[in-house]
Each structure stands twice: as structure tokens, then as C-alpha cells.
């Protein structure tokens, strides 16, 4: 039997040996830089690639071809491509400098399409923004596409936003403004109108092994015994019968059938439509639903080992191709879950679902302890990663936090869950929040929170303290370490959008109330500061110049801060010779830290935010839903 070294061997001359035979020259410059490349990589997609499929018959022949498909892509990716992965290269933690900061929308809700999108690149740099999330803009079916997430190709952009020529052409006025472009890649499931799921439905042998098919109830009813229902909604189970009688995965919507990944054939063409999008100039690619993508019999078929092999091996092939694509994780899951995907070799850089759903908690209860745990236990991460850190997603607000977390301080968690879901729909006496339930379960009466910003914090309601509450949470978000990433439209106020009900596809599906068109009304405000749109404006964008102006905040270093006040929530960040010491009032009144409690700090501080000072020995007092950053 060949050693471990041997076998390398062999698998690399194999591999070789059929670059050769495709026509590779690896003499040329492009050769010679993908040599060097695949030298470094291939031992580490050898031994992921036997791991996953060593007892495939064809487990050498998939990834030869694999390695063929990294070539090719390599060599067609543009100049200017090449050019930014040696400068990404040369600067590996440039996504964690405090000159950051992230937005996402929708394509056709902001612009329209792509190239209306193009017309505000110049807000985009006025406002600071470096990263720029687009929400899935592929071709998908026209009602069922559960927000662009049913995609039906990765090589076509949807006809009414663009084509892949327009998608080339903003990603390079985006490049030359200094902007990241990021999109999701979705890569858990296929639209059931995919030409992979089409010859799967015409039971064509070959892409009936891209999913997982079953022709009776026997392997689906085993299965579904260990896996949750994640859109009771929409279908009992993780299965749906297809129209010739056999059932199919289907962990999401009934038009979302999940790819086989046990099967290597699915990997490699995976691989390939990711490496098309990192020659279409995109920086950054959302790993969609990525603890899904592995199934096992006899498990919940999330999070098992093999997904985070797969995120490795894809890896290992963009290191190859595609050198400065970094992937995104997300795992909207048990905090434990959360940070096991985040490393440089699988998703360097991954949401925050915690630190979110927190902050929003924070502000129910007017109690920073759950928060506060979090700081000291859930947010260090590896220091060559980073959180990309938000207030809201385009999807709806998901209570995570672990319930043993939440036991040790004498909460418990599902019936924890039940208020927040009560308060932020505007179900609890004294709520200033107007959130929509979504997927709501009667078999346990729990659901998830729809909303915008402006919506779920007050200023809809027209509540008094609804800005405050904003820039509180946005205060955490753009201070706690990583990106932040800001909901286009929240910088205005853009509240809850109820037209969605007009729409047959869309009636059922409340996290559209979220969605809402750009504000044009409110844009046109926002250098009005008698306005609410004005107001909101003015002070996000004195957060973004005084988070820019502070190095401190690069990176991800932070520690709690106590302030023996269960209101305020206290952390400090510390880089490049400035420590700042975050305060962030949850009460909806003033409240007092001691003098005591800043004893290890300058007498004398200042709010990077407003430019006030402080006389931390005489204590501290922050007014109602205030936050500061003292340094």
C-alpha cells in the first residue's frame, strides 16, 4: 500500500499529466504563476478532495478536471484581476482596517437594474462605503424565487437588471471607487427551473445524481426522523414529491432542491460557476445557507464535519484561480456552530446573527446582560478574521442565542424567545417596535421578525427615542470590531413596506415588509436636518467619520468593559496606540457609571463621536439610549 506521500505523488503526476493533455502551458508568465500557486495548494486539496471522495471510482479523474477547470479560469482572468490579487496578497488583513464599511441592497429596489446602479457610485463614496452587497440578482423564476435565493443560472444575470456585461462594468466603476463588490453564492440548492434540476425532473441519470432523489418515502422518512423543519410554511419536512412520483430535498422552499455534494460531480461544477463570478470582478462571495450543504443519515444534517471540508477544498481551488476572492459565512445557527466556520482557510470573514439579535434584545429588556456575555464569550475570533457586524439583514431577526448561554443567568430561552417575538410585533403592552412575524409555527408558537431599522426601533411608531435607538445599535455595530455593514435606506429612515401583500408570490412571505423600493422622498431629505430622514442622516454619517478617524477600531481586539450598570454595556477596543472604551445606554432613561470603574483610564476622555469631553474620575452619565466612544 502507497504511503501518504506516495499517493500525493502519483494524484499530482495524474494531474500533470492531464494539464499536459488539455493544452496547459505552464512555461508562460500565466503558467508560471499558476504552477507556483497550485505547488502550494494542491497537497491541501488532495488530501480534502480523498477525504470527501476517496471512494469514488472517478475520484482522481474529478479532480484532475478540477484542477484543469482552475487553470483555465486563471488564465482568462482579466489584468486588472491579476494585478488586485497581488495587492490583497501582499496586504492580507485589508478588510479589517477601520476605514470599512459595508452596505447591501437589492439591484432593482435601490436602481432599478445594474446600470442604474452604476449612477450611484458617487453616494456610495460620499457616504464611505468600501463593501457593497447586492442581494442575489441571477436568473430565477418570475413568482417563485424566494427573493432572487431560487436560482435558476449562475451565468445569467436576471433579464429586467442587466446582463453579465453590465454586472463587468459596475464591478469596475466599483473597483475604481475603491469599493468591494459582494455577492451571494448559493450554492445549497438550485431553482427547480436550473437546467441541472430540468434533466433531473426528466430523470436523466446523470443530473439526477446533482440532488438527492429518492423514488419512495423509505430514505426521506429516515431522514427527515434527525432533520428539522426549517419552512413549515411551505411543506412539511425536508422533502417534496416531484411531479413523476419521486421525492426530492428540498430543505427550503418547495422550488429549492438541494444539491447532492456527496457526489464530486456536484463540486466541480460548483466550483466552476464560483470561479465565473471572480472573473466577473467580484471581491467577495456570501456562502448562502452554508451549514446545510452536507447530508448524513441519522444526523440533523447541519453543521456535520464534511461541510466545513467542502469550504476548504473550494478554498483551496480559489487560491489557484481566483486569489483574492474571500468567502463569506452564513450560518444562522447555534453560536457554537457560528465561529466553526470562521478561519482564514474556510470563511475568514462571517456575519454576526448574535451580536445582532442581542443588541436587539437589549433594547426589549433595557438589560445589557446577555449582550455583555456575549462580548466576553462569542466575539473573539481568530485575528486574521473578521465579523461583518449589522443591525438588520434583508431576511428577518432569529433569536440565536444558546439557551444554556441564557440559563446561566437565570433566563429561559424559549419562553425568552416568545416575548421578543411579542414586542418587536407590537404585541406587548408599551412596544415601540412594529416588526411582522414570519413563519409563524403553531406546534410551538415561535416565529422571526421582519422589519426595518426604523420600523423595529420607534421611529415609525413615532416614538421619541426611536433616531436615538438607531444609532445606538448602529454605534455597536460599527465599533464592536470587523465590517460594518449598513441596510441601504436605514441611513434615512426608510420604514416597513406593506405592498408586498398586493403580490400573489409575495403575500405569504412577510420578510418583503423589510424590502422596501429606495426612499427617493427621504434621500432628497437627508441634508434637511429638521427632517427625520435629515436627522437620522446626519448623525450615521458623523458614526461613519468618526470610526474612519479612529484606529483603534481596526481589527477585531476587544474586551469587556464592566460598568456595574445592567443597562449599559461597556467594551474597549484596542489598535494601533488608541484604546476606545464603547458605552452604550439601553435604558430609556439617564444613566451613571462611577468614577470607580475608569480608575485604569486617562482622567480625561473625549467621545470620538461628538467631539465632547469627559471627566471620567467624576464618573460618567449617559443619557437615555446614548452610546459613546471614549478615548
Known sequence: ?????????????????????????????????????????????????????GEHDKCLEHLANLVVLAFKSWRDRADDLKELDQRREAQPD?????????????????????????????????????????????????????????????????????????????????????????????????????????KAAADDPEYSGYYWIFEDRRMPDAFERTVREVFPDDHPGAFIQMEDGRWIWSTFHS???????????????????????????????????????WKRLGTTCESLPEAHLLLRAFNCVCRMAAPSLLFKSEAIVHPDEVVSYIA???????????????????????????????????????????????????????WTFADEDAAELDILGFDHRLFLNAFYTNQFEGSFARGIPFQYNPKTGDCRVCGTTAALTGVEAGDTGGIDRIILLYGIAFSAGGIPLLALGDEVGQLNDHSYREKPSRAKDQRWVGRPMRPDALYD???????????????????????????????????????????????????????????????????????????????????????????????????????????
Not at 456575549?374 to 449589522?390: G, H, L, S, T
Open 255 to 293: 422550488f429549492q432542491w438541494d444539491l447532492n455534494y456527496s457526489n464530486p460531480a456536484v463540486f466541480c461544477a460548483m466550483a466552476g460557476e464560483m470561479l465565473l463570478l471572480a472573473n466577473q470582478g467580484v471581491d467577495l462571495i456570501r456562502m448562502d445557507a452554508v451549514a446545510f450543504i
Open 94 to 198: 485589508w478588510f479589517q482596517s477601520n476605514q470599512m464599511l459595508g452596505a447591501f441592497c437589492y439591484v432593482d429596489r435601490y436602481a432599478g437594474n445594474l446600470t442604474g446602479l452604476r449612477n450611484h457610485v458617487p453616494y456610495f463614496q460620499e457616504l464611505g462605503i468600501t463593501y457593497l452587497h447586492l442581494m442575489p440578482f441571477f436568473d430565477c423564476p418570475k413568482e417563485n424565487s424566494d427573493g432572487g435565493y431560487a436560482v435558476s443560472s449562475y451565468r445569467h444575470v436576471r433579464s429586467d437588471l442587466g446582463t453579465m456585461e453590465d454586472l463587468r462594468a459596475l464591478s469596475k466603476d466599483l473597483r475604481e471607487a475603491g469599493i468591494s463588490l459582494v455577492v451571494d453564492f448559493v450554492f445549497n440548492h438550485t431553482s427547480n427551473e436550473h437546467e441541472w434540476a430540468l
Open 344 to 398: 482564514p482557510e474556510e470563511c475568514p470573514i462571517s456575519y454576526n446573527p448574535l451580536l445582532m439579535a442581542l443588541g436587539w434584545e437589549a433594547l426589549a429588556t433595557r438589560n445589557v446582560e446577555l449582550i455583555d456575555q456575549a462580548i466576553k464569550r462569542r466575539q473573539p475570533i481568530d485575528p486574521n478574521c473578521a465579523w461583518v457586524n449589522y443591525v438588520r439583514s434583508h431576511d428577518d431577526i432569529g
Open 525 to 631: 431629505q437627508r441634508h434637511d436636518k429638521t427632517t427625520t430622514a435629515g436627522k437620522i442622516f446626519a448623525r450615521m454619517t458623523q458614526l461613519i467619520a468618526a470610526r474612519r478617524a479612529a484606529p483603534g477600531l481596526a481589527g477585531n481586539a476587544i474586551k469587556s468593559f464592566a460598568t456595574e450598570n445592567p443597562h449599559v454595556l461597556g467594551y474597549v477596543r484596542s489598535g494601533d496606540g488608541q484604546d476606545v472604551c464603547v458605552l452604550a445606554n439601553f435604558s430609556d432613561d439617564p444613566q451613571e457609571i462611577p468614577a470607580d470603574q475608569f480608575l485604569e483610564m486617562a482622567p480625561r476622555m473625549t467621545d470620538l463621536i461628538t467631539g465632547e469631553p469627559f471627566h471620567v474620575r467624576t464618573s460618567v452619565t449617559l443619557t437615555a439610549h446614548q452610546i459613546l466612544w471614549l478615548t
Open 1 to 53: 500500500m502507497l504511503s501518504k506521500e506516495q499517493q500525493l505523488k502519483a494524484a499530482k503526476s495524474y494531474v500533470v499529466a492531464a494539464l499536459t493533455e488539455a493544452g496547459v502551458a505552464l512555461e508562460d508568465d500565466d503558467g508560471l504563476a499558476f504552477r507556483t500557486r497550485f505547488e502550494a495548494q494542491f497537497p491541501q486539496l488532495f488530501q480534502l478532495f480523498t477525504t470527501l471522495y
